[in-house]
């Protein structure tokens, strides 16, 4: 298979350069499971490791491997690589790592634990965020994919699939425009066909795809259609409890005959965020532009006169639930900063005491 086809373009290209003399062949990760990895190369696919020499130098998760990544390997055998390097990447998607150990939920946050990146999927040009139209629909969740895409760089793209279950898609489609201004929203049914062309601009060659959302929203089945055939495990969902089954696992990368690349992601229920507090105005221009027009600049929103988000809500021209929504992701990502600077000083702290014991000197 041609790299053109797996999503390679001049941008990898010039970052595989200081590769290209020293016998190291540029592949995809189109699968990963904990160290293992799948890699795809014009020569094949192959089983692959990471080099003791990668091992030895990642720091973090965040340097690891992930689907969609183009790394530089080199083959053992017919069947498998060794990973030396990740080449840079031009966007992913990532949140905040689901913890365990030390963690505690302190008003509506998690906090506590490692404080680690987890990247989804990378190297991606447009993300669909998908939301059923049954019991799935959830306007807060919503918000917390847009501002995680926005922050990753990647363009947005919502999805209101199984609309053929509902009589009132027009007014989901309203509540989303508040919300999501500027970005595209699409009713869609693969059952019924229903609006499925829309695909057709976003299925080009060297473009990567990626679809999110929560487990039983259709992701697969979507990603089955395009594909043309079942390609993905699809569950339906739970009757005790209304909920989606987790059919996909784990991310993995898809190739359509288009050339485009298609990532499938696994249903995330605990979306935690990770990004600056900047991206906010992005996700939430509406309340932005609001508090602009307040009297006083480090205006609280509760008792102050002259405050515009107060006369909003009151005019019905805001909601309570939009902007609650801002302040519980203003709240979180504000925590989030804070306890990375923490976690930050914490970590260079201990490997300073490991370098002294090496014999290093911090310059």
Not at 255 to 270: A, K, W
Request: charged residues 25%; glycine residues 8%; contains cysteine.
């Amino acid at each position: 298979m041609s790299l053109e086809k797996l999503g390679w373009n001049t941008y990898f290209q010039k970052k595989f350069e200081p590769y290209l003399d020293k016998g190291f062949w540029a592949a995809r990760v189109i699968n990963q499971h904990k160290g293992n990895y799948i890699v795809c190369s014009e020569e094949g696919s192959f089983n692959g490791k990471l080099s003791g020499k990668f091992m030895y130098n990642a720091d973090v998760k965040k340097d690891y491997p992930a689907v969609g990544d183009w790394v530089a390997i080199k083959m053992v055998n017919d069947t498998e690589a060794v990973i030396y390097a990740v080449l840079p990447r031009k966007s992913y998607f990532a949140r905040k790592l689901a913890i365990s150990g030390g963690r505690k939920m302190k008003n509506g946050i998690l906090v506590g634990g490692n404080i680690e990146e987890q990247i989804i999927g990378s190297n991606i040009d447009t993300a669909f965020i998908v939301s059923g139209l049954d019991d799935n629909f959830n306007i807060g969740r919503i918000e917390r994919y847009i501002t995680l895409v926005r922050s990753s760089g990647v363009t947005p793209v919502i999805l209101l699939n199984k609309c053929d279950l509902c009589n009132n898609v027009s007014d989901y489609i309203e509540k989303i425009d508040v919300i999501a201004k500027g970005i595209a929203v699409y009713s869609i049914s693969v059952l019924n066909n229903i609006n499925m062309d829309i695909f057709d601009k976003f299925l080009c060659c060297n473009e990567t795809i990626v679809f999110l959302g929560s487990s039983g929203v259709g992701k697969s089945t979507v990603i089955n259609y395009l594909l043309g055939g079942e390609i993905l495990k699809t569950n339906t969902i739970s009757s005790s409890n209304g909920k989606g089954r987790h059919t996909t696992t784990g991310s993995q990368l898809l190739q359509h005959s288009s050339g485009c690349t298609i990532i499938d992601t696994p249903g995330i229920r605990e979306l935690q965020l990770w990004a600056d507090e900047d991206i906010l105005s992005e996700s939430f221009q509406d309340i932005y532009s609001l508090t602009d027009q307040c009297r006083y600049r480090d205006c609280a929103h509760e008792k102050e006169d002259g405050c515009a988000i107060k006369t909003a809500l009151e005019d019905g021209k805001l909601t309570i639930e939009r902007f609650n929504s801002y302040k519980s992701q203003l709240n979180e990502l504000k925590t989030l900063k804070d306890t990375r600077k923490c976690y930050d000083n914490s970590r260079k702290n201990k490997l300073n005491k490991i370098n002294k014991k090496r014999g290093y000197v911090e310059c």
